[in-house]
Structures are given as C-alpha cells and as structure tokens.
C-alpha cells in the first residue's frame, strides 16, 4: 500500500511557516524549507506546490480561516465603532497573544505584507477577501461624511498593516510585559486602531 503524500505536505508547511514567520519570504529558500521539513527528495516541493507562489498560497489555504472566521463573528456582533474597528485589528492582538501556531501566523502574515516583492494587489491576489469590505461599508456609514471616503481607505489600508507589524512585534516577544498584558494590548490595538481612524482631518 502505498505511503500517503499528506504527512510530507503537512511537514513542508509547518516548515514554511516558521521560517517564514522568523526570515521573511524573500529570506527563505525552498531548499530551507525542505531541509527544515526533512524531506530528503531534491523534488518534494515541487511535487506538492509547484513553486514558492504555490506553496504561499496553500499556506494560506490553511492558516486565514481562523483570521476570517474570527472576524466574521466579530462582524456579526459588531453595534458601535469600537467593534467595527474590532473587525479589522482584533484577531491579529488575539493570534499575537495566543499560542505558538498563531503567533507563527501572524508573524508570517506580517512578513508577506513587508515583502517588497509582492505588490498589493499581489498580495491581495493570494490571500483573497478576509472579511473586512462588510466592516469598512459599516464605519463608512457609522462615521458619516468625515473624514472623505479616499482618506478613511486609507487610513483603513495603513492602520491594518500597522497594526498587523504591531501584532508580529509583540508575536516574536518584544514586548514590554512589565507595562501592560496581553488583555490591555488586545484591547489598546482597537483602540489605536480607531483613534487613527477618527482623527481630525
């Protein structure tokens, strides 16, 4: 009976994931990445990915359920402005303070946002809608006429990369505890969040 293809798989994404997490995607190799998954076979991720493109994007496939699931519930709950802004920022404080596979998840995310090689719309392309068009409707319609449209998009497209670095920094542990933790940085990241959004203008 022949051996099943998923163990190596599996073993090939834990892989990518970590070193992506800690060196970016720019600063990991495949050939890294087969060695840290030990697989010995030269052509083991070709065979299951094709190419890095490939294996990004069921890396992908398998990690941003928890981010969308996460922030389709928050959607659902969402009455006020803290908890529209909760939407966007929330689940990356709560993978940051949580356990070591979603702090991984994060942390990789980051990454894949700071890669100069991939544009935005790169990067949109390979991690889809992750649940926040709904939420931006819903602070467009909370906030009124100010700030414009083209600046509160903005303000959404910057906060969300900030807040996600924010996230992988406190991720990988450079954190001040002494100062606060992990509940009061949860819940000053949707703060910051929607202080920035709100801001005069």
């Known amino acids: 009976m022949p051996r099943s293809p998923e163990p190596a798989r599996r073993q090939i994404l834990d892989a990518a994931l970590q070193l992506f997490a800690a060196n970016g995607i720019s600063g990991t190799s495949l050939r890294e990445i087969r060695l840290a998954a030990n697989q010995r076979n030269a052509a083991a ?25 996460r922030r389709t519930a928050l959607l659902a709950e969402a009455d006020d402005l ?19 596979h979603e702090r991984d998840v994060v942390q990789f995310l980051s990454q894949l946002h700071d890669d100069t090689s991939y544009s935005l719309d790169d990067i949109t392309a390979l991690i889809g809608d992750t649940g926040t068009p709904k939420a931006a409707e ?19 497209r910057v906060g969300l990369n900030s807040y996600l670095h924010a996230a992988a920094i406190w991720a990988r542990g450079q954190r001040r505890a002494h100062l606060v933790g992990d509940e009061v940085f949860r819940k000053n990241m949707v703060d910051m969040f929607l202080g920035a959004l709100v801001a005069p203008y």
């Open 45 to 69: 991720l070709q065979y299951h990915f094709t190419d890095k493109e490939g294996l990004l994007r069921a890396l992908l496939e398998r990690e941003l359920p928890l981010l969308i699931e």
């Open 138 to 156: 819903m602070l467009r319609a909370a906030l009124g006429p100010v700030p414009r449209p083209e600046v509160l998009n903005e303000r959404i």
């Open 82 to 100: 803290w908890s529209i802004a909760a939407v966007f920022v929330l689940p990356f404080a709560e993978m940051a303070t949580g356990s070591a």
